[in-house]
């Protein structure tokens, strides 16, 4: 595989609540990879919000919200590029080409869609099966070499490698002829992992922290103000033993381990770390350090999302700029796809 220049790129729909999952396992990385790889595109994923049905009007103020959280959270738009997918016409171009390189058994494995399709799958949006192809077209558009994600993508990330090494072989002779080397296309690392890289519903440490569960009491909201994150917290579920002092402890007590992964990942910290301090204290005494840590880490980023959301005219201007910025490195990569591919282009 040739060496392909680093560049790092991430998504987040525009669907609901942003919550603490989305927080810990997502965007506060992307802020964390800003100053070490010189191009990070992080994305507000329109195209695949609408896989399942979004009011107009929401989807609109969604597309703004992300974004504002986005910045609010430090993710600095003159320095990474900041934009929503639907400007930027080459994801939805290469994945028409990707969706007649990937194969149905492929996408017959995906299990987000079987989760997310449920057992009504007729009616399912043809979008929301062809979902993992537009997201290897999001990342291989820009010949992403990482992407930053919580567990739940890894599957995506697989098809991703996938579409890039099938593109790869199935074009080798063009590839080489238009010369482009032995591969056009990068093998995407998937960047996942910390304490927080499987945030669990506050309600069931068997379940996700999820958008769309239909208890509040669930998750964390990044809007949730002090009151609503200190409630959510001392509701949710434990058990009835005292914190283990070894991480092993944690095996078969789903709750305990999500609060304290949740913990360690606000903190900066380990399991470890978070058990030589707490190990043997109640989940009372726990609860009350895990709120001021999630009110001091939180409250700054829902402030700052209130302000920017107020301003819309700013956002869509960060929003127009990224776009332009991302469209020319898609724009290039586009071109030479399709001289691989062989069609005939207006020059
Ligand atoms: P989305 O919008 O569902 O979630 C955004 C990011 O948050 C992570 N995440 C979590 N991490 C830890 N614990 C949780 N409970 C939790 N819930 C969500 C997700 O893993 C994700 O990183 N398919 C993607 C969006 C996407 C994308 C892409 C991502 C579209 N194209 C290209 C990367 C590259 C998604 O649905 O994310």
Partial sequence: MPAFQELVFSGVQPTGNLHLGNYLGAIRRFVALQPAYETCLYCVVDLHAITVWQDPAELTAQIREVTAAFLAA???????????????????ELAWIFNCVARLGWLNRMTQFKEKAGKDRENASIGLYDYPVLMAADILAYRATHVPV??????HLELTRDIAQKFNNDF?????????????????EPLIGGPAARVMSLRDGTKKMSKSDPSDYSRINLTDDADAIAQK???????????PS???GLAGRPEADNLVGIFASLRDVTREEVL??????QFSAFKGALVDLAVEALGPVGAEMKRLVADPGHIDAVLADGAARAEAIA?????????????VRRR
């Fill in 74 to 92: 430090g993710i600095d738009p003159a320095r990474s590029i900041v934009f929503n997918q639907s400007q930027v016409p080459q994801h939805a």
């Fill in 331 to 343: 724009a290039p990569n586009l071109a030479a796809v399709k001289d691989i591919v062989g069609f």
């Fill in 246 to 248: 070894e991480v092993a």
């Fill in 233 to 243: 917290v001392r509701k949710a579920k434990t058990d009835a033993e005292p914190l």
């Fill in 150 to 155: 919580g567990e739940d993508q890894k599957q």
């Fill in 172 to 188: 080798a002779g063009s590839i080489a002829a238009h010369g482009h080397g032995e591969a056009f296309f990068p093998l995407t």
């Fill in 276 to 281: 030589r301090d707490y190990g043997g204290a």
